[in-house]
Structures are given as structure tokens and as C-alpha cells.
């Protein structure tokens, strides 16, 4: 086994199932755990440290919520500065904004303009890749709107069933695959 999957397994043990929840028929993957022990939460930025290696890397860009509880830790461990993509009316000045579908419901994301340079390199960071909609908006945003380069996609864990990956527009790398099928199938 890797190192980054040794760290990988030890990160599955802190993991916290909660079936129908928020809506009946989701089994939601709480990785909340992690962050309680700092060992535990050393471990998910050492796994993504070294899958990252010694790749340029300009920008971590985290996902509100929960990809702004491990994308600042990550982007110093890296070298690099961190940028949030929020939920709508929550950054100051112009914005950019993109629409995207999610497993249960629809958002919208923005990120301010002018912080992402031109070809700058960046890595997208969240807990979880479910459908796939939060990140292809992040995409849509850093790519699309700022003109950044898009290098990798990175999540903790990936619901297998849901397919997400197969509509991101870069490589994916995620620490924990899980949820081969829908819950109750
Ligand atoms: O691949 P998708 O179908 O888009 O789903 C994944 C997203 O859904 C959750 O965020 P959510 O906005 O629900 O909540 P959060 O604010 O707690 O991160 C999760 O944290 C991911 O960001
Ligand atoms: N099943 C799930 N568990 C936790 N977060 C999620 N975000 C989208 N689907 C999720
Ligand atoms: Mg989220």
C-alpha cells in the first residue's frame, strides 16, 4: 500500500455515516471527525502534500463550506495562496458568478474578480464529489471566467454511484472512493 493510502484508510476510520440525512434517501458522509484530532487532520494535508508533490501550484481554491475547513492548511503546506468560492452576496466588490445543479438542489457560487491571474495554476478543493455541479461552477469560474488553469480537482471522498467525475473538465484525485450504490437500491 502508498503512503497516501495508508493515510487514506486511517482517514475512512473517522468518517461518520448518517443515512436520510438532509433529505430521506442520502446517506451523508460527515468528515467533520477529522478536524477534532489535529493528528487526523496533519494526516488529509500530508496525503494531499504528497499527491500534489512537487507540482507548481499558484492557488488553492476551497468550496464554501466545507472546503474552507482544510484548503487554507493545505495551500501553506503547499506554497500557495488560497482563494474562497462562496455562496451568493458573501464577497464585497465584483463578482463572478456561476449556476450549477447539486445532488440535492440547485446553487450558485462567485468568486471575485481580478484574484485569480491569467494562466495562473490552480488546484480546486472540497470534501466531497458528489454530482459534480459545485465543482464544474467552481471550474466555470476559475477557467472559463478568470482565465486560470484548472490542474487537478481534489476531494476527501467521491460518491462512486453518482458518476461526478465523469463531468469535470481536469484530473480528479480523491483520497476515498465510497457509496458504490444509491442508498436503499
Ligand atoms: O458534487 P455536488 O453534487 O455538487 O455535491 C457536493 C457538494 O455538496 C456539499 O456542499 P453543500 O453546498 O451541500 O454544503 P456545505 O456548505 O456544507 O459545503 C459538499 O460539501 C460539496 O461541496
Ligand atoms: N452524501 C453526501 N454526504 C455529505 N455531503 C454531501 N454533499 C453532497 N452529497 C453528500
Ligand atoms: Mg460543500
Do not use: W
Not at 506554497?79 to 438542489?105: H, M, S
Not at 464529489?129 to 459545485?134: H, N, R, Y
Not at 471566467?145 to 481536469?170: I, P, Q, T, Y
Amino acid at each position: 500500500m502508498s503512503e497516501i493510502q495508508t493515510l487514506a484508510e486511517e482517514l475512512r476510520g473517522c468518517l461518520k455515516k448518517f443515512p436520510n440525512f438532509p433529505l430521506e434517501g442520502i446517506l451523508f458522509e460527515d468528515f467533520l471527525p477529522i478536524f477534532a484530532d489535529p493528528k487526523h487532520f496533519q494526516k488529509l494535508i500530508d496525503a494531499f502534500k504528497l499527491h500534489l508533490g512537487d507540482r507548481k501550484i499558484d492557488y488553492i481554491v476551497g468550496l464554501e463550506s466545507r472546503g474552507f475547513l482544510f484548503g487554507p492548511a493545505l495551500a501553506l503546506a503547499v506554497g500557495a495562496g488560497f482563494i474562497p468560492v462562496r455562496k451568493p452576496g458573501k464577497l464585497p466588490g465584483p463578482v463572478y458568478v456561476a449556476e450549477f445543479q447539486k445532488e440535492y438542489g440547485s446553487d450558485k457560487f462567485e468568486m471575485q474578480q481580478g484574484v485569480v491571474p491569467k494562466g495562473a495554476n490552480v488546484v480546486i478543493v472540497d470534501d466531497i464529489l458528489a454530482t459534480g455541479g459545485s465543482a464544474t461552477g467552481a471550474y466555470e469560474l476559475v477557467e472559463e471566467k478568470s482565465g486560470g488553469k484548472v490542474v487537478e480537482f481534489l476531494f476527501v471522498m467521491e460518491l462512486d454511484f453518482l458518476k461526478g467525475r465523469d463531468k469535470l473538465k481536469a484530473p480528479v484525485f480523491t483520497l476515498l472512493s465510497g457509496q458504490p450504490e444509491k442508498l436503499g437500491s
